[in-house]
């Protein structure tokens, strides 16, 4: 949520800045922004559309060797110009980057007023600029970084912030709380950004800044000490090697990072599941989440946590665990889990489920459990990220950088991995020998698979775009195709912007049948269960009413009359067969938006990582 970039070295900085949002652009587009010291001036272009326009605007002349870049997804003040980022003070001394939200700032832009300080703009960050001037103007003495420490002692909310003075054009002071901050460093230079997405091409040697921490980051060396702790020298951190390289991040021949991330699925699945499937024990390897067989046993529940589609793919994990572990689980949404004051049970695993690791309502969730004593892992997709280290253990989803707001590779892996953890539980219980190994080998033919349903992409466009034109429809899915349904739902409403919602099949009778007619069109999700025959009956109940049906199905002798349009997948083992059902709901979503005209990749009103409340 908000893209954060900031450089100082040898080179020209407004390149790199400009090259640094653009990759961090996924993660808000609303407006942009950069400051950069011009002969001894502050320099700032700001655009109300996108990185494409900012870089259109700046002054390719300014030779600058430090400077700080914005792209913003707004929270206070609507998405213009004068509310884009960089915020400065009066004078135009201090510019500041901010990802975040100041949860005192009216009080604080109050105080600004009073004292006779004119705000521009309608946003928070700007208070800091000028409070951080203010601090400076009083004590000229005091270094950029224990001018800011002042400031953010006043401070209440969230932060992740890059602060830049004029008069010091030899650094950056960074400062981190709830908002993610790494430090590039490079050779003689350093950068610092919200996600690595913006470092890799220059430097893959990187510092992840932790809650509390402020660094003051000069062309060879950088300095943390903790806000809070009297400005102590923070614990020494060896920096890490970001294991994605700028080619991850590149479209090759892809039009958009949708239809790249739902191609490279295949491989992100063998990537999950390479080193963790034990074929002579018919089990799966999880070192990472650091539980022994005894501990794994004594676990009597399991509850996923995340938000979204990490939510939707934590309910395909609560069915996977309970057919293959038997042992009860299920899952609720983050961000309703931080707010209920849930009763935290010691024996059961907890599991935060997140692509980014940084969605603020699920490390809130995670920080919640851990208070209360409950034992939490993380499934996260993004290394060194919050969650990741805030659980401490935990499975790596290994799906690649996963770009596109919507989240397609990475829900995949969050299923895939799910089912590994089902696996090592059922072992551990009752799960037979021969079981363990089915679900072994079904694990194995995934990749193949949905290579094989990625095939099929020309004929479920067609279908997409014979019901890209409605206004509504209904997904409709009960067990195993339930989660399915509600994640085939949350794709097409949030790339295309048609109105879907998710039913469970046997509820439709119970007051959505009312919404049945031929302009409300229903993919209905038809898994190779017990229940074929009760969801052809639903298909019967919507065509007795004159809605338009969409089967999905791995049943291979469904008659295509069974539908207005099928579309298939290969049989898997039942308990894996969710992971693919959902493939072609990707696909439709993609092209049903790709016909409207949509921006796929940056959906409106949305942003990749959800950092604030
Ligand atoms: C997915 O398509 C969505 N963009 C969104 O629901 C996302 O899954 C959710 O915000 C959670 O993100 P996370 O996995 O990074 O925590």
Known sequence: MCGIVGYVGKRDATPVLVEGLHRLEYRGYDS???????????????????????RAKVQPATKSTIGI???????????????????????????????????????????????????????????????????????PTLSLSEATCRTLNRVEGAYGLVVLDTKRPDQLVVARNGSPIVLGIGESEMYVASDVAALVRYTRQVVYLEDGEVATLHSGDYQTKTLTDNGAPAAARAPMIVDAEAGDYELGTYPDYMSKEIHEQPEAIRRALRGRLDERFATARLGGINLDARELRSIRQVKFLGCGSAYYAGQMGAAIIEELARIPADAEPASEFRYRSPVVDPDTL??????????????????????KGGQVIGTVNVVGSAISRETGHGILLHAGPEVAVASTKALTNMAVNFALLGLLLGRVRDLSAASGDRIVNGLRNLPAQVADILATQTEIAAVAHLYAAADHMFFIGRVRGWPVAREGAQKLKEISYVHAEAYQAGELKHGPLALIQPEMPSVVVIPSDDLVAKNLSTIEQIKARGGPVIALTSVHDLPDSAADAVIRVPRAEPELEPILLNIPLQIFAYHAAAKLGRDIDKPRNLAKSVTVE
């Open 350 to 371: 907890y599991v935060a489920v997140s692509q980014s690791g940084e969605t603020s309502d699920t490390l809130m969730a995670v920080q919640e459990l851990k208070r």
């Open 69 to 139: 870049g914005h792209t913003r997804w707004a929270t206070h003040g609507e998405p213009n110009e004068v509310n884009a980022h960089p915020h400065t003070d009066t004078a135009g001394r201090i510019a500041v980057v901010h990802n975040g939200i100041i949860e005192n700032a009216e009080q604080l832009r109050d105080q600004l007023t009073a004292a006779g300080v004119k705000l521009v703009s309608d946003t928070d960050t700007e208070a800091l600029a000028h409070m951080i001037a203010a601090e400076i103007a009083a004590d």
């Open 32 to 54: 942009a922004g950069l400051a950069v010291v011009h002969r001894g001036r502050l320099q700032v272009t700001k655009t109300a559309g996108r990185v494409a326009d900012l």
